[in-house]
């Protein structure tokens, strides 16, 4: 495939950065998911946004307009062909001559772009949409988890523990048994045709897919939206359980720590989301 690195493109083999470049020491650096379906984006102003807002949140001055990233994105698509892609977006510190946890004070940031496959976009159609399996543990990540910064050997090893024991996530729940998120991606609980998710604070990724999902819901619906603490007690009593991420869309949960969610199928309230997202989702 072909990558883009620092100001050019090339095949992937041919990218080479520093062993020491920061990224790569001390994982210093933050990285952004846009997904794209038949070479059409979902979310490309809020996902820069976001990128944007993290680079300032760590003090890299990388200097890059939303145009400039729009023509990276853009030419990566095309020179990777289409179809259903993720177009991965990382911007390291650099590299410095020293291994120093200050930040240097001359050196350039590192940008990698590349494209990988995602499935096809979800469908409003229970028989065709892919279920999930969860299991719980309590989230031993850091106090900042609004910053999406390449460092993910927190969300590496909670994904694991759960992949591990036959699942495809880990729904997280901090010290006062809250739920907070996955180990990539956001959270819902559904009981009574009311969604509750985690508020927006340092103990989530603030999703894009979450912020549209939302957006579209209220508008577009009269379905009953609650940002709020979520306990466990929900989680385990709830109807409905989803999952929302770039390359998942709006993803149902039918077991939860080994017990069925809801009746053990995909619910109804989905049903209406996914259907209110997959007609929206390209207006962002
Ligand atoms: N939470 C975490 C920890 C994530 O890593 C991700 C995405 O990778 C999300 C939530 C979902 O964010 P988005 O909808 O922007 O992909």
Redesign the pocket.
Known sequence: SIVFLNDSFMPMDQAKISPMDRGFLFGDGIYE?I?TYNGKMV?FAP?IA?MQEGLGLIGINLGWTEAKWRDVVETLIEKNDGGNLGVYLHVSRGADVKRSHAYPENVTPTVYAFAFEIPPANVADKSVTKTYKVNSTEDLRWKR?HI?STA?LG?VMHYQQGFAEGCNETLLFNANNELT??????VYVIKDGVIATPPLDNQ????????ILLDLLAKESSLKVEERPVTMEEVENADEIWL????KEVAPVIEFNGKAVGNGEIGDVWLIAQSIFSSGKYNY
């Open positions: 998911v997904p979310g996902h976001r988890c999406k993910l969300n998120e996955a180990s990539a991606c956001n989530i990724l603030p999703g894009i897919t979450r912020l929302t991420s770039s390359s």
